[in-house]
């Protein structure tokens, strides 16, 4: 699920119901160049990895998709 939003001023960002639902209200946040990990305090490690390869196979279609688009 792709989820767009914007970053006040005062550094507030809003998180839709559905994913505050999923992941609780205390989360832990890891940074890297470019990316914000947010995931559920209670989730164990494992968990998190398994979802973080869901995600990274996901990017690799969407910039497979993106590269077959700019070739066209």
């Known amino acids: 699920m792709e989820k767009k939003g914007t970053?006040?001023?005062?550094?507030v960002l809003y998180i839709?119901?559905?994913?505050?639902?999923?992941?609780g209200r205390k989360v832990t946040l890891i940074d890297a160049p470019n990316v914000v990990l947010?995931?559920?305090q209670r989730s164990p490690l494992k968990r998190i990895l398994r979802?973080?390869?869901?995600?990274?196979e996901d990017?690799?279609?969407?910039?497979s998709e993106e590269e077959l688009e700019d070739g066209q």
């Open 38 to 40: 947010v995931f559920s």
């Open 16 to 23: 839709p119901r559905p994913v505050r639902r999923e992941i």
């Open 59 to 63: 990017l690799q279609l969407r910039q």
């Open 7 to 11: 970053i006040s001023e005062a550094g």
């Open 51 to 56: 979802s973080l390869n869901v995600l990274k």
